[in-house]
């Protein structure tokens, strides 16, 4: 009898939720050819193609098939290994997070954490990335998830860190008419990157603007787009997709922002370190 190898699944599964080989091969810890080399054996094992070959990652029936499949697989292999030998790892971890990914972010990297390690506890604070980072220095997080401005260089491990556009983001189109008066803003509270961003773009393009609405709350940004008070603007992998982008209509472009990990190496606990991995796998994914 034929039995799939549970790393080639695992790689396959990868590959196809972050969209690349070479994604794949950061989060995995392996080399763009030896990831494609297990898709490889994986394929000569089935005997069968899995992925349409071509610019894309398309994948064929087979390989639709299969990735269902082996998502089934790979949580049942999971929670065996917890239930044998993860139960025994404990501990609390505490994670300071912007208010944008509690929501957009948080719920998908922690899923499956509390199957495989259901003793680690996670303290979750939310704040804009500048209180968070300051807190972090004094000491209140083991990890934290804080948005940045973009850096010419990068040193950091590329698990670490992705680099995400942002958009504008508003409810009624009628809101980015200039005739309509200064263009109404939705902002978190002064210290915000959007904020800070947002102010010097239309600045550089001596737009008149003002803040109609400020909130420390996402839900509370939430509300005053949809209700039409104003427009504002959010990295692109948290918009949710009932809001409207604004795409070509005038408004000068506000660039790229970088959203990364912070922890102390050394310090880390065992719990941390688990926690660390799935937030790595909760970055990839977005």
């Known amino acids: 009898m034929t039995n799939i190898p549970t790393d080639l699944l695992r790689t396959f599964v990868t590959i196809k939720d972050l969209g690349g080989f070479t994604s794949a091969g950061e989060l995995l810890g392996r080399s763009q050819p030896a990831i494609s080399l297990q898709v490889k054996k994986l394929e000569e094992l089935l005997d069968t193609r899995i992925f349409l070959r071509g610019s894309s990652l398309e994948l064929t029936e087979d390989g639709e098939y299969l990735y269902q499949a082996a998502r089934q697989i790979l949580e049942i292999n999971d929670q065996v290994i917890a239930r044998v030998r993860g139960e025994s790892i404990s501990g609390k971890v505490r994670l300071g997070i912007p208010n944008d990914f509690e929501l957009a972010f948080l719920p998908k990297a922690l899923r499956n954490l509390s199957r495989v390690y259901p003793n680690i506890i996670i303290e979750v604070d939310c704040e804009i990335s500048k209180v968070i980072l300051q807190r972090y220095q004094k000491g209140c997080y083991d990890i934290a998830l804080a948005m940045e401005r973009v850096r010419e260089e990068e040193d950091r491990d590329s698990r670490d860190y992705r680099v995400d556009?942002?958009?504008?983001?508003?409810?009624?189109?009628?809101?980015?008419?200039?005739?309509?008066?200064?263009?109404?803003?939705?902002?978190?509270?002064?210290?915000?990157?959007?904020?800070?961003?947002?102010?010097?773009?239309?600045?550089?393009?001596?737009?008149?603007?003002?803040?109609?609405?400020?909130?420390?709350?996402?839900?509370?940004?939430?509300?005053?787009?949809?209700?039409?008070?104003?427009?504002?603007?959010?990295?692109?992998?948290?918009?949710?997709?009932?809001?409207?982008?604004?795409?070509?209509?005038?408004?000068?472009?506000?660039?790229?922002?970088?959203?990364?990990l912070y922890y102390k190496e050394k310090e880390m606990s065992v719990a941390s370190r688990h926690v660390l991995d799935f937030l790595r796998s909760g970055l990839g994914n977005m």
């Open 165 to 260: 556009q942002l958009e504008w983001v508003y409810k009624e189109r009628q809101l980015l008419d200039p005739h309509e008066g200064p263009l109404p803003l939705i902002a978190y509270p002064q210290g915000c990157i959007y904020r800070a961003i947002m102010e010097e773009s239309l600045q550089r393009q001596q737009a008149p603007y003002r803040f109609t609405y400020t909130s420390t709350s996402l839900l509370g940004i939430f509300s005053a787009i949809e209700e039409g008070l104003g427009i504002s603007a959010m990295a692109s992998s948290v918009i949710p997709d009932h809001l409207k982008q604004a795409g070509s209509s005038g408004l000068p472009d506000l660039g790229r922002v970088c959203i990364g």
